[in-house]
């Protein structure tokens, strides 16, 4: 008589490689590979669902936004030890360093685009490398101050269109442009970051966040690290900004709104910190979560606060981790 037992479907998987190509079947491939698959074609299906909803088609476009900004955070403060409130530093700069080029030098907009994310990626690298050296709440503090400064300035000086803003940004041609653009972006910037951290400079990455001074003794400038890390994170921001300045066609001083740093930290919370495609799918929780629920009017933020205290205190390690030991507990009848 045929004997069979239990056994989990990964037994074997991780003692093997890391890696999809060693696998010994097809079954076992689509195991791993299968989640990531998922997540990038559920993406990719959501705006044809939503053909006949375009107030949720550009909820999506914001909701990736965020989901951008979560990432950068998720990076700094979980591989960096830097822990970054300045989401929404990094959206201003881009927002109006694009509204500049697009309007006041009639650079087109498929131009003006990557010349904000990574002009503005390098100029939030200089206004924050003094500060490097600040850790915890000190480093926080400080990037918090950034985008209340820029707004202060903005207004006092009534320069870059004052509270008014700069109006007369080029919009996306089309439609699918406009929503394809910011999601083939974010899932690029998430699987780019997860190769990034397994590669060797991602080990030593993390081995800022956990001994600065040993990575300093061994003779890398922790400094440089540091600036790169910063300077990776604000690329997603800016290239966020500046993809917000021309979906509106407009560049104001909103775009330094505390939003754009307090609800990525929040995504993070929610999805996991440490995994960065938890903070992605914390994004996709929290954004539609909180416009479904402008119905309740001012009621609105007691619910959401009440869903945010309950995630964080009921599930504290967050989505992503639980979901992920979960899935790796799945078992199969196998022959003994």
Request: aromatic residues 12%; glycine residues 10%.
């Amino acid at each position: 008589m045929e004997q069979t037992r239990k056994e989990r479907i990964d037994r074997g998987l991780k003692v093997r490689t890391g890696g999809i190509y060693a696998i010994s079947s097809g079954r076992e491939i689509m195991y791993l590979v299968g989640p990531r698959l998922l997540l990038i074609v559920g993406i990719l299906l959501v705006p044809l669902f939503l053909e006949f909803a375009p107030y949720w088609k550009r909820v999506v476009n914001i909701m990736c936004v965020y989901a951008l900004l979560a990432l950068s955070f998720d990076f700094l403060a979980n591989y960096v030890g830097l822990v970054c409130l300045g989401g929404a530093f990094f959206v201003g700069v881009g927002g109006y360093l694009s509204a500049i080029f697009n309007v006041y030098l009639s650079i087109p907009m498929y131009l003006s685009i990557p010349l904000a994310t990574v002009t503005g990626a390098a100029l939030c690298t200089v206004l924050l490398l003094p500060c490097l050296p600040l850790r915890g709440v000190y480093f926080a503090i400080v990037t918090l101050m950034y985008p209340l400064l820029f707004t202060r300035v903005i207004e006092a000086l009534d320069v870059l269109g004052g509270t008014n803003g700069i109006t007369g940004l080029d919009g996306f041609p089309n439609q699918y442009v406009e929503q394809y653009a910011i999601i083939v972006v974010m899932l690029l910037s998430l699987f780019a970051m997860r190769r990034f951290v397994s590669q060797d400079i991602g080990l030593v990455i993390r081995g800022v966040k956990d001994n600065d001074q040993a990575v300093r003794a061994s003779g890398i400038n922790v400094t440089s690290i540091k600036a790169l890390s910063v300077f990776i994170a604000a690329l997603m921001g800016c290239f966020g900004g500046a993809y917000i300045a021309h979906l509106y066609m407009w560049a104001g001083i909103s775009l330094f709104a505390l939003d754009f740093s307090i609800i990525p930290i929040a995504s993070v919370v929610i999805g996991g910190g440490g995994t960065l495609v938890g903070a992605v799918i914390g994004s996709f929780i929290l954004v539609p979560l909180s416009e479904s629920l402008r119905f309740f009017g001012t009621l609105r933020i007691v619910i959401y606060c009440a869903a945010l205290t309950g995630f964080i205190v009921f599930k504290s390690e967050g989505l992503m981790v639980y979901l992920q030991r979960k899935y790796h507990q799945f078992e199969r009848w196998v022959k003994v």
